[in-house]
């Protein structure tokens, strides 16, 4: 499948984005005695003072600045290579190795919270510190965080050091845009006809009700969330091949693909997340993690309402390997 043939033309100017990211730190003079740069050391005495104060502005250079780069790359983004809904642990990883793996693919990340990160800016029941078990070490030293090792596991002094860590290399990936705030309101569907029944022997027609995922439909969370009490508000869609699921168990937007699959019966039922066993639990949501329906691949702990897998409680590792899983799937799939 290649990238989203109709929009050629724009992947090349995406990938060019960074001459666009002015990023120029390693012209920066720093002061090695006192770790700062030397220009913010000399500008420091001067705040407060009448030596000191910012460039000029006017208030529409700063709405266009800004609208300007959003609706061009929600432009861009109307055709897309992959869409990853929901930007918690697993959305995260998986989409950190996806953009390295595969820097010619448009990422679109679609996460309703303002705040992306979902569960992980804590270790559990409000405690700072990050448990992972082994092998999931080995992501975290990909990323580069510091972490104590205890042998069968390792800890993160503070979940919020791995999730902004791996927040910041996503978001700074030229081919990455993530649109937070925004919700994925329902799947664009395709009749699919396999191969198998497409051609079965005795004649019978494709099975009409089997569809495969073709994008997603969005609309800003604030209006998502009011739909009851204002008239119709239409969606806005995205067009994708291949769309990643990772959405959290059930919760007031948790688990969406998976029950939207129920609802447009292409999954009979879910079995929902059983209770917590954490040495089952993580193994079943990396092993897993896979194509539910073509076109759509569930991680993460939507997964476990799928398949009534165990929770884990204040462990991680699967979140992060289970998004590793899915950027691979995504790979297998999109060059298919
Ligand atoms: O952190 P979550 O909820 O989901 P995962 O699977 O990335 O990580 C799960 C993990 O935090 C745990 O639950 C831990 C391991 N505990 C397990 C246990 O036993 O309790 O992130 C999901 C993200 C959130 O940021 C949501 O805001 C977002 O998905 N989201 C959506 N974004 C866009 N459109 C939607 N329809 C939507 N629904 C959820």
Known sequence: MSPSVLDQQSIP???????????????????????????????????????????PIRESTVSRAMTRRYFSDLDAHAETDIVIVGAGSCGLSCAYVLSTLRPDLRITIIEAGVAPGGGAWLGGQLFSAMVMRKPADLFVKELNIPYEDEGDYIVIKHAALFTSTVLSKVLQKPNV?????????????????????????????????????????????????????????DPNTINAPVVISTTGHDGPFGAFSVKRLVSMKQLERLNGMRGLDMQSAEDAIVNNTREIVPGLIVGGMELSEIDGANRMGPTFGAMALSGVKAAHEAIRVFDL
């Open 177 to 233: 845009k993530l649109f937070n705030a925004t919700t994925v309101e329902d799947l664009i569907t395709r009749k699919h006809h396999a191969e198998s029944s497409a051609s079965s022997d005795d004649g019978e027609a494709a099975d009409e009700s089997k569809v495969r995922i073709a994008g997603v439909v969005t609309n800003w969370t604030l209006v998502s969330m009011h739909h009851d009490d204002q008239s119709c508000m």
């Open 13 to 55: 100017a995406l990938v060019n984005v960074k001459a666009i990211g002015k990023n120029d730190n390693a012209n920066v003079e720093r002061d090695e005695t006192r770790g700062l740069s030397k220009a913010l050391l000399d500008l420091m005495p001067t705040l407060g003072t009448d030596a000191f104060t910012f460039s």
